[in-house]
């Protein structure tokens, strides 16, 4: 994107501004869904072995993050997705989606699944997943399907 030098990192979670964003994400899903349907993680959570974060970056400020919990062989799960405020709109989401779908590819598994929100304020994350290809579809795991969340997946 014009005007915007993006570079990816793994991200180790101790960078502030990491943290940050990861706040406001599960804010913004305490806000839009009841507490006992948001399955959002924390930092903490996302230090599990089996999940790997990466971030987006536009110089010393952070423009999105993202992780992909391993579930088995060959599926995979988009946790914590989020484009930092500033940069909504402007590709990092994108890029970022991108890259998790290469890295999955690349650690050959042969799908990928993410759970999320019903509410208005996930349209501009589902309209990312419809056209990076993902496809609406059952429960996954351990989630139960309800009123208050959905599932896409995407074969690699």
């Not at 970022?96 to 650690?107: E, F, G, V, Y």
Request: hydrophobic share 40%; charged share 20%.
């Amino acid at each position: 994107m014009a005007g915007h030098d993006f570079v990816i990192k793994a991200d180790d979670l101790s960078s502030p501004q990491t943290g940050a964003l990861i706040a406001l994400h599960l804010q913004g899903m305490a806000q839009n869904t009841p507490q006992e349907h948001v399955y959002a993680l924390d930092k903490s959570g996302l230090r599990a072995d089996n999940i790997r974060v990466w971030s987006v970056w536009d110089g010393d400020r952070i423009a999105a993050v993202g992780a992909l919990k391993q579930l088995s062989d060959t599926q995979g799960e988009i946790k914590s997705m989020r484009a930092h405020p500033d940069f909504c709109g402007k590709g990092a989401g994108k890029l970022l989606l991108l890259h998790i779908i290469a890295q999955s590819k690349q650690d050959g598994m042969t799908r990928l699944s993410l759970e999320t929100g019903c509410h208005p304020d996930f349209e501009p994350a589902l309209t990312l997943y419809r056209r990076c290809g993902f496809l609406p579809g059952a429960a996954f795991g351990d989630y139960h399907a309800g009123e208050h969340n959905q599932f896409f997946h995407l074969n690699l």
